[in-house]
Nanobody
Framework: VQLQASGGGLAQPGGYLTLSCSIA????????KAWFRQAPGKEREFVGA????????RYADSVKERFSILRDNTRNTVKLQMNNLQLEDTAVYFC???????????????????WGQGTLVTVSS
């Protein structure tokens, strides 16, 4: 199972980007539902997660009020809408997935079984 992430790029401070993640081969039992990021020289950190049905979400404090995670059950995709981007948002962003339909929001990377290849987001003036 391969996750396919897209939408990264260059943005100015205060700008916006939308990341998308889907299953490359269309496997419907694997559910993309979370985003993590890794800045240069830092460990991978949680950004946001949603439940399999998209009804609940959770965000890292650093992105709360600026980022939104949206899950489309019909297309089995997850998006990360990033607004008011800041320099410190520069990182490689990874989408994560598992096959669980738990309603508990998982913020630990070790929970997820499947990962995308990462898409680079650079915030610079």
């Amino acid at each position: 199972v391969q996750l396919q992430a897209s939408g990264g790029g260059l943005a100015q401070p205060g700008g916006y980007l939308t990341l998308s993640c889907s299953i490359a081969d269309g496997t419907s039992s694997v559910l993309p539902k979370a985003w993590f990021r890794q800045a240069p020289g830092k460990e991978r950190e949680f950004v946001g997660a949603t439940t399999w049905n998209g009804e609940s979400t959770r965000y890292a404090d650093s992105v709360k009020e600026r980022f939104s995670i949206l899950r489309d059950n019909t297309r089995n995709t997850v998006k990360l809408q990033m607004n008011n981007l800041q320099l410190e948002d520069t990182a490689v962003y990874f989408c994560a997935a598992d096959a669980s339909k738990t309603t508990v929001l998982m913020t630990l990377s070790t929970w997820y079984d499947y990962w995308g290849q990462g898409t680079l987001v650079t915030v610079s003036s």
